[in-house]
């Protein structure tokens, strides 16, 4: 099967407010394949690298000692169009518009506690689940359920 792989950080608000299993079981229902999981305290330096882009954002150090202050899940997926899947069920950055119905819309109200990162292209994903993942980390596997989740025509 043509597939792609996203990564998701269920982030450190998501930890403290107990919505990691919540979370983690929207994108298992949905069909998505895990392939990569840990419980990770992440790196002061690796947050500066993730959110480099915001390094000129008045909050960007608020933001870092957000991300740093407890653990996050880390999380790769793969399936069909992963990438799109994964950020439609997300919702977007600012959890008060997100869709009802999204993750960020059922259970955010913030900007930055907007509860889980994912990434937002197949070049992004690439790069971010390099910088988060070793290789001996994400595991290849069939999973026996895609028969039930793809048509025979998109399992190829």
């Not at 394949?33 to 990770?40: A, F, H």
């Not at 882009?53 to 996050?72: A, G, I, Q």
């Not at 899947?85 to 119905?101: K, L």
Request: net charge negative; with cysteine.
């Amino acid at each position: 099967m043509a597939h792609e792989r996203t990564l998701v950080i269920i982030k450190p608000d998501a930890i403290q407010r107990e919505l990691a299993g919540e979370i983690l079981t929207r994108f298992e229902r949905k069909g998505l394949k895990m392939i990569g999981l840990k419980l990770q305290l992440l790196p002061e330096e690796t947050i500066r690298d993730h959110y480099a882009h915001l390094r000129e954002k008045v909050f960007f150090e608020e933001l870092v000692e957000f991300m740093t202050n407890t653990p996050s899940i880390l999380i790769v997926l793969e399936g069909k169009e992963c990438v799109e899947v994964v950020r439609r069920m997300v919702g977007t950055t600012n959890a008060r518009s997100a869709d009802i119905g999204s993750i960020r819309g059922d259970y955010g109200m913030s900007v930055q506690s907007n509860l889980v990162h994912a990434s937002e292209s197949l070049v992004a994903a690439q790069t971010e689940i390099d910088r988060f993942f070793k290789p001996g980390e994400i595991h290849d596997f069939t999973k026996i359920s895609f028969h039930l989740v793809y048509s025979s025509a998109e399992r190829d």
